[in-house]
């Protein structure tokens, strides 16, 4: 007899999530991608001087943003290789091997930007990513268990409206991921308030961006219409106001401009969404059925849920 499988996370998801939090680092470093060539001699040597020279915190945001940076890659790579296995002993000899792993890592990506016409490579930014990589491994070594039970119990929450609703996060999560591209870092607090003041400033510009949010949530309605809960369009549009605003203001951090209209227009969009598709959901007997099925799983405890 098969041994039960985990129900979701698991250490696959977990190393899904890191390498594509490996690939978020790179693409962040690296955009807008302006290369130009380079010997491999000199770019070692440069390397070498700005491992000796450049040392120090010029812009506290930036260092901040890479510790921040380093954090969710230390917590699931050690979560990939540690969820549900004992030995409290390994774990911690797992971290200890993976804090140089990690700082190799930020190195490797620091290295790759002396490549770039645009980018600065810099010593301080490898020390702010391997700290805070290893505040990730603390922070797992510390919670690991315990927030991947609570996210089990969250995934299969009867309130969470079963996989539908599981639908609904995993295209919020697209959603919002799409919205921050392309994900050009800024958080120099100048910028911010300048992003911030000057985000309704162009106003020939605000009916295309509120065109475009209202199509990207607009699915979220539709999705939303297939979760068996109750609140209608009302409902559905306080979602969409704290979905897409928290969206909107992600963007202040990626050199894009927030915006109001934005906001508006995306929280109507969710709540036509789910007022237009609920009576097709609701008259498509499959769809019940499944939903009932999806829901009394959901109701089991996380190692209930999984046959």
Not at 43 to 68: C, I, M, Q, S, T
Not at 75 to 100: M, N, S, Y
Request: charge should be positive; proline fraction near 5%.
């Amino acid at each position: 007899m098969r041994e039960p499988v985990a129900p979701a996370p698991r250490r696959s998801h977990y190393a899904l999530l890191a390498l594509g939090f490996a690939a978020f680092t790179v693409y962040g470093s690296l955009v807008p991608f302006r290369f130009h060539a380079r010997g491999a001699s000199d770019a070692l040597d440069a390397f070498a001087w700005v491992l000796a020279n450049r040392v120090a915190v010029e812009a506290r945001g930036d260092a901040l943003a890479n510790v921040l940076l380093g954090v969710p890659l230390g917590f699931l790579a050690l979560a990939a290789l540690r969820a549900d296995r004992p030995g409290r002993l390994a774990t911690w000899l797992v971290a200890v091997a993976l804090l140089p792993l990690c700082t190799l890592f930020a190195a490797a990506v620091e290295f790759s930007q002396l490549f770039t016409l645009t980018r600065t490579c810099s010593a301080t930014d490898i020390v702010a990513q391997s700290l805070g990589s290893a505040l990730g491994l603390a922070a797992w070594l510390v919670a690991g268990g315990w927030v991947t039970r609570r996210l089990r119990a969250a995934w299969a929450d009867p309130r969470l409206g079963g996989r539908p609703g599981q639908r609904v996060v995993a295209y919020c999560f697209a959603a919002a991921l799409l919205q921050m591209m392309p994900l050009d870092i800024d958080t120099s607090p100048g910028d911010l308030y300048r992003r911030l003041r000057d985000g309704e400033a162009a106003a020939e510009q605000w009916a295309p961006s509120a065109v475009a949010v209202a199509a990207l949530f607009l699915p979220v309605g539709l999705l939303l219409a297939a979760v068996p809960s109750r609140g209608g369009g009302l409902g559905a549009f306080g979602l969409g106001l704290a979905l897409v605003a928290a969206t909107e203001a992600s963007q202040l951090v990626v050199s894009r401009h927030a915006r109001v209209s934005d906001v508006l227009a995306g929280a109507a969009a969710v709540a036509v969404g789910r007022v237009v598709a609920r009576p097709a959901w609701r008259r498509c007997r499959n769809f019940r059925q499944r939903c009932a099925k999806d829901t009394s799983i959901s109701r089991r405890t996380p190692s209930e849920a999984v046959s």
